[in-house]
């Protein structure tokens, strides 16, 4: 078990959005800081300059992985940053949310540890767990509801 992130970057496909909206916000329920970027980025922002400064600055990197992601280019840009970065090593999770191979982003994903449940309640109380926090039911987004 590590320490919760001073800051976590979630890294996720647009067409994934509503799943990773809920698990941001259920992550946010229980006091675990996420830079995602819909919620970040204002529209006259240079946003490839706020990204990187996020990547920089977070000490954790989750990535959503489904059939959407492996054709994401910018997904699979900010997977290869956060690979790079020695302060990262251990802090890289992919929460798989289909039947997506998450090595189908980068064979690298074979040592870098996987959620893989279910069902979107299983993911969050493992993303959760790993940071020795239990799930609180009445904290819990679930993909497709307002926030």
Partial sequence: MTSSPAELFLSHSAADGPAALALAETLRRHGVPVWYAPDRLVGSELWIDEIGAALDRCDWFLVLVSSQTRNSFWVKREIQYALTQG?????????????????????????????????????????????????????????????
């Fill in 87 to 147: 302060r990262l090593v251990g802090r890289i999770t992919a929460v798989v949310v289909d039947s997506t191979d998450a090595r189908d982003l980068s064979w690298v994903f074979q040592t870098v540890q996987q959620i893989r449940e279910a069902d979107f309640t299983q993911s969050a109380r493992q993303v959760l767990r790993m940071w020795g926090i239990g799930l609180d039911a009445s904290k819990l987004a679930t993909p497709g509801d307002p926030s």
